[in-house]
Each structure stands twice: as structure tokens, then as C-alpha cells.
């Protein structure tokens, strides 16, 4: 007999198992809306919310009767999607993705840590140094001379160093203070990212082994319906 609690992963089959995968909903999209300025950091971050709203979805129709049923192998899956998604594209970007070294000008609005516009060439947003503190920010507010409208765009007065992927300055450097002045740090792999790639094979090869197991016993389908509540 299979010794296992009854109906371990019907997640909304009661009311608190609704408002806690409602959290981490909530918790992923304010994630995402996090990652805006950045193109593809915005994509992946909508996609990794997606995913984990499908899994939610497969495991709240799961069979009450086993742990081996398809739907949780598929959910299991679309979990582990999401570690290796935010391992290579998001936490890694600095690790994987172009780091870019820039000569920029900067305007002077709006003045958000997350949502910066650099010149070059054009207007694009990023997000300031996560090490920067109190007064390195209000150093770089009163940074002379770094208004579209009175500075020289083309002379670029600061240099940038960036990762692409999630728009995140790591170091910069305000060239027309004397003596120059440097903020933030060089980019580091975080342990984090390696952390998510680890655990998405190893998801991958549970759900692989959740639905080999499935096949052997003959559970093909799903025994109750998709967010089926029960009291």
C-alpha cells in the first residue's frame, strides 16, 4: 500500500491553500513589474509567472489517491522551467548574459534607483547599483552637469558598466568630477544563480521519475477536475 498523506498537492482544495498560492502569485507579477526596464529580464519574468500559474493549475486537479499522477509530473516540470529560466537569464545575467562597458550622459528625471534613463545614442532606462548608499545616491543626484538640456550629450560625462539582460548598472563612473568618482562594484557570479540551475535538472529528473512511475502503475488521466474545491 502506498503510504502517503491523502491529497498532498490539491493545493486549492481548501481555502488556505487559495491564498497562499495567491501570494506567490502576487509575489511573482510585483517581481516581474521589478524587471520592466529590462526587455528580455520583463519577458522572462512574465513567462516565469505563466508557468508557476500552470503548475498551480495542474496540481489543484490532481488524483487524490496518488503522488504519481501526470499532472503533478507536467506541474513538477513547469517548476523546474522556471529555476533554470531565472538561473540563466535573470539571477545570471551578469554571470551568462553581455556585460557591457559604456560612455554615457545621464538626464536628470525620474530620479528612481530602479528606473534610471542613461544616453547613448538614444534614451534607454536601467537600474542603478544595488551597493550604492544614501550618499553615493544623493553624489550622484547633484552630479553636475548631466542635464539633456545643458550638458553636451555627445561628450558622454559618465561611463557605465552593465548587465544587458536586466538592465542593471554594476559600476559607474561620473568622469567630469575631479578627481573622477566611481560607484558600485564589478560584476560577480551570484551564488543564487547556480543555486536555480542546480535545482531545475534535479526537478526535471523527479517529475521524470514521478511520471515513469505514473506509467507503471497505468494512472494516465487526471481524477478530478481542474480546480475542483472541496470544503
Known amino acids: 500500500m502506498e503510504m502517503w498523506p491523502r491529497d498532498p498537492w490539491a493545493l486549492f482544495s481548501h481555502k488556505a491553500g487559495v491564498i497562499y498560492a495567491s501570494c506567490i502569485l502576487v509575489s511573482l507579477a510585483v517581481y516581474a513589474y521589478s524587471n520592466r526596464v529590462a526587455p528580455l529580464a520583463g519577458t522572462v519574468s512574465l513567462l516565469i509567472v505563466a508557468t508557476v500559474t500552470a503548475a498551480f493549475l495542474l496540481l489543484a486537479g490532481t488524483s487524490t489517491e496518488t ?20 538561473g540563466f537569464f535573470i539571477a545570471g545575467a551578469a554571470t551568462f548574459g553581455p556585460v557591457c562597458i559604456l560612455d554615457v550622459g545621464v538626464t ?14 538614444q534614451w534607454f532606462r536601467a537600474k542603478l547599483p544595488d551597493s550604492m548608499s544614501e550618499d553615493e545616491y544623493r553624489t550622484f543626484q547633484s552630479w553636475s552637469g548631466n542635464i539633456d538640456l545643458v550638458n553636451d550629450l555627445s ?19 561620473m568622469k567630469n568630477w575631479n578627481p573622477p568618482t566611481t560607484i558600485g562594484t564589478t560584476p560577480y557570479p551570484k551564488p543564487r ?6 535545482c531545475g535538472p534535479l526537478l526535471f529528473f523527479v517529475a521524470f521519475r514521478t511520471w515513469r512511475e505514473g506509467r507503471k502503475r497505468g494512472i494516465r488521466y487526471r481524477k478530478h477536475p481542474l480546480l475542483l474545491a472541496r470544503a
Open 155 to 173: 561628450a558622454r560625462p559618465g561611463q557605465i558598466q552593465i548587465s544587458m539582460w536586466v538592465r542593471q548598472v554594476w559600476r559607474l563612473t
Open 193 to 198: 544563480c547556480f543555486l536555480e540551475l542546480l
Open 67 to 86: 503522488w504519481c499522477d501526470p499532472s503533478n509530473a507536467l506541474a513538477l516540470a513547469l517548476i523546474a522551467s522556471v529555476f533554470v529560466f531565472d
Open 108 to 121: 536628470d528625471w525620474p530620479w528612481n534607483r530602479n528606473d534610471t534613463y542613461f544616453w547613448d545614442n
